[in-house]
């Protein structure tokens, strides 16, 4: 088995790589498949708090790299899929900690075992950026409709662009809100992408849910009426090469009709 | 020649986005022109003054030729492959016919005669210019030198240093785009 490996990154913090890099990864070990998400945010780990895997922590990446266990051990199976593991940061350490080519045989370790490698990237573009990305060979782009998060985006495009090992890169556009669009204060899907010219990969709505879907530990793909996880759960589609249609968001008249349809829809399946 | 021009209005109206009709100043569109502008000069280490230079010059250059609407004019540099690309996006209204070209390179000349003392084999230069376009950005660009000295001191600095990322960046671009780049930015700002 040769796995896909996925760097999930956006230069600007806070734009919710995170959240993305644990949806996706729940998303797609649902579907079936085996995955590992890797955390190479030294010193600031989060995405075993997402997964709500905080308490199970007992070795990291840096462990590995300084043989201090074996790579098997140092991965934490998910509570409820265990199709997914985490291969957690050390919360001790700095970026320094790991090198790129280290970093680099991991995942070609991990990706003899499953089909999937996902790479929490840290933000940002020295070190922990080139360390995530070395391993990779597809990307991921997370940004939102904001200047800062475009700007940044753009950024790190053009250095996606200039990595041989990069085969290809999309974008994942956070927190877009239709009412905002739709009176004209927030850049639309259309505006982001002809600005950035890069093919889309999914259009998350902001919602609420990940909030409360944060502290409880628990991606919020795993909540059957929400419409973000219905975003993220077709993100993982996109990823696994089917054409799904974007959630409609920014509808110019009748959006609250459309949501009313999705949730109608939901219930119909539940 | 106004007659089409108003058409041509007319009917852009209805196909250009709604917040030109408001002013164009929804928070919006705010962001987006400020985004739009602030990649460029990411992208190329331009100032946005020249920037603003070189769509001026380009408009000049190209309206002699075709009537074009300038509001639409987009010139934007975009990520193709690994390279930085220029790309110009043109709305000919209509091409105009010999006459109209050869006023307007007159008219034009006459206005550089008039407002510095043009190079004396300027006249020679324009005759035969419509058929070689490439020539006629050299020379162009060549006429403009002498009338903005002052600026380019300013920005002398400026254009050293963004004439590299560009040619770091553009390695295998094809030719044509990078040398018409380097062009525009040598001839017109050295």
Avoid: W
Avoid at chain 1, 25 to 34: D, P
Avoid at chain 1, 242 to 249: G, T
Avoid at chain 2, 113 to 139: C, G, L, P, R
């Amino acid at each position: 088995m040769t796995g896909r490996v996925i760097v999930i990154t956006s230069g600007k913090g806070g734009v919710g790589k995170t959240t993305t890099s644990a949806n996706i990864g729940t998303a797609l070990a649902k579907e079936g498949y085996k995955v590992v998400l890797i955390d190479t945010d030294l010193g600031l780990r989060n995405l075993d708090l997402l997964l709500g895997l905080e308490n199970r922590i007992v070795y990291t990446i840096v462990d590995v790299i300084e043989d201090r266990c074996k790579l098997k051990q140092a991965l934490v199976k998910d509570k409820k899929n265990p199709n997914l593991s985490l291969l957690a940061a050390a919360q001790t350490r700095d970026k320094t900690a790991v090198n790129a080519d280290q970093l680099k045989d991991i995942c070609e370790e991990l990706k003899k075992k499953n089909d999937f490698v996902l790479i929490d990237c840290p933000a940002g573009i020295e070190q922990g950026f080139q360390n995530a990305v070395s391993g990779a060979s597809e990307a991921i782009v997370v940004t939102t409709p904001e200047m800062s998060a475009i700007r940044d985006a753009d950024r790190i495009i053009g250095l996606l662009e200039a990595k041989e090992e990069i085969e290809n890169y999309r974008l994942l556009l956070n927190r877009v809100r239709p009412n905002l669009i739709k009176s004209n204060e927030m850049m639309s899907v259309d505006d982001v992408v002809e600005i950035l010219s890069c093919p889309l990969i999914g259009i998350i709505p902001e919602d609420t849910g990940i909030i409360t879907s944060t502290n409880k530990g628990e991606p919020i793909v795993n909540d059957e009426t929400a419409l973000a996880g219905q975003a993220y759960r077709n993100v993982a589609k996109r990823v696994l090469g089917e054409e799904v249609p974007f959630l409609d968001l920014d509808e110019p008249k009748g959006f609250v009709a459309k949501i009313k349809d999705i949730f109608a829809k939901l219930k119909v399946k539940v | 020649m106004g007659l089409f021009t108003d058409f041509y209005n007319t009917v852009a109206k209805f196909f250009r986005p709604q917040d030109d009709e408001n002013g164009g100043d929804s928070s919006k569109s705010v962001a987006t022109n400020r985004l739009k502008l602030v990649l460029m000069q990411d992208r190329t280490n331009l100032t946005p003054k020249i920037l603003e230079q070189m769509r001026g010059e380009l408009i000049d250059l190209l309206s002699k030729y075709v009537e074009l609407d300038k509001e639409l004019l987009e010139l934007n540099f975009e990520h193709e492959g690994d390279q930085v690309a220029l790309m110009l996006s043109i709305p000919v209204i209509r091409a105009k016919d010999e006459e109209e070209i050869e006023a307007a390179i007159n008219n034009s000349k006459q206005q550089e005669d008039s407002s510095d003392d043009a190079d004396e084999n300027s006249d020679e230069e324009f005759v035969d210019v419509t058929d070689e376009s490439s020539e006629q950005i050299e020379k162009n660009s060549d006429e403009n030198d002498s009338e903005q000295d002052s600026v380019d001191e300013e920005f002398s600095e400026n254009t050293e240093n963004a004439t590299q990322p560009i040619k770091k960046k553009s390695k295998k671009t094809s030719e044509n785009i990078e040398e018409s780049e380097e062009n525009l930015q040598e001839e017109v700002f050295e």
